[in-house]
């Protein structure tokens, strides 16, 4: 029986310095999309690239009839640069000039990109 305020105690304190440290550690760094391309070529080759968010707008989307799940996007920076989404849900039904953030990590060489496991509406 003593057993019991301990865990209730454990758990009263756990739960709250749980959220707080997934909080504080799980956040996203918001970048541009040069940002992200420097910090995943700083990337050792076998390791997967840091993921960040992205705030920027739709610039352009694929021709009609093209089924992709790539569209280019610019960000506050002004660049635009192609984003190609692998995430589970469908993608939103975007229009040019629409506010977006995504989430993912950014690809660099002769074309970069950015990699996006998801895509919302601001």
């Given at each position: 029986m ?22 504080h ?34 610039h352009?989307l ?22 190609e ?7 939103p ?21 950015f ?8």
């Amino acid at each position: 029986m003593r057993l019991r305020p301990v865990v209730i105690v454990l758990f009263v304190l756990g739960v709250p310095a749980t959220l707080f440290i997934a909080q504080h550690f799980a956040t996203l760094p918001e970048l541009t999309f040069a940002q992200a391309v420097v910090l995943a070529e700083q990337q050792p080759g076998e390791e997967r690239a840091q993921k960040v968010m992205l705030r920027g707008t739709v610039h352009a989307l694929p021709p009609p009839g093209r089924v992709t799940p790539t569209f280019w996007m610019q960000d506050t920076e002004g660049t635009i640069f192609a984003v190609e989404y692998t995430g589970g849900e469908a993608l939103p039904v975007l229009q040019p000039g629409e506010s977006i953030v995504v989430f993912g990590h950014a690809h660099g060489g002769a074309s970069p990109y950015f990699h996006a496991s998801e895509v919302r509406r601001e």
